[in-house]
């Protein structure tokens, strides 16, 4: 079974600090999704990773995926009162028909005035 | 964005009875997928489907079942509700292209 651990699970922080949200495996993914949700609203993409190695910028969000596609990082930068919300990775291991995604639990991130 | 609602948002039943909850796309996207999403469990694959007519299990199928007899609709049946399938049910859709998938806005149903 494939499993996606995210950590930290909750997250508190003040204005402008930074912070990174990990999430790690011991399989190989072919990509891997980010996604940020609000309460009572589904999760939407932030960003797709492809490539070991890739980093891709979105703003203040940094995203990384691991050398070998088992693992990816999400740092914030100055984190804003508006960054609050669950972020959840989501890794996808194509096969055949196969589209499904493998889904961490989340990270709740708060971040206070 | 790929214009996925999602009727009705909420929904209050009584144990026993059958619920359908739909699911329209706009985007024509072959991939269509049924989630609930729980404190604790994140999110779960209920049923999704990889075309019209064609459907497969998620992790958490017991309970329920999928149709899909057009591109953009996927409708998903509690045949007989109980109150562990109190969620919020999310679908979602995708190209398939890098595995993306568009959510819908949720459903809320509470069995009582």
């Known amino acids: 079974t494939q499993l996606l651990e995210q950590s930290p699970q909750f997250l508190s922080i003040q204005e402008g600090e930074n912070l990174t949200v990990y999430c790690n495996s011991s399989s190989v993914f072919s990509s891997l999704q980010w996604y940020r949700q609000e309460p009572g609203e589904g999760p939407v993409l932030l960003v797709t990773v492809v490539t070991g190695g890739e980093v891709k910028k979105l703003k203040r969000l940094t995203f990384q995926f691991g050398d070998a596609r088992k693992d990816s990082s999400l740092h914030i930068t100055a984190a804003q009162t508006g960054d609050t919300g669950l972020y959840l990775c989501?890794?996808?291991?194509?096969?055949?028909?196969?589209?499904?995604?493998?889904w961490g639990l989340g990270t709740s991130l708060a971040v206070n005035p | 964005d790929a214009g996925i609602t999602q009727s009705p948002r909420h929904k209050v039943t009584e144990t026993g009875t059958p619920v359908t909850l739909r699911c329209h796309q706009t985007e024509n996207h072959r991939y269509m997928y049924w989630y609930r999403q729980d404190p604790g469990h994140g999110l779960r694959l209920i049923h999704y489907s990889y075309g019209v007519k064609d459907t497969d299990k998620g992790e958490v199928s017991d309970g329920y079942s999928v149709s899909r007899s057009k591109t953009e609709d996927f409708l998903l049946t509690l045949e007989s509700a109980t109150s562990s399938q109190t969620s919020v049910y999310f679908c979602a859709a995708s190209s398939g292209y890098q595995e993306t998938q568009y959510f819908g806005p949720g459903t809320r149903l509470l069995v009582l």
């Open positions: 989501a890794g996808a291991a194509r096969a055949g028909n196969n589209r499904k995604l493998i």
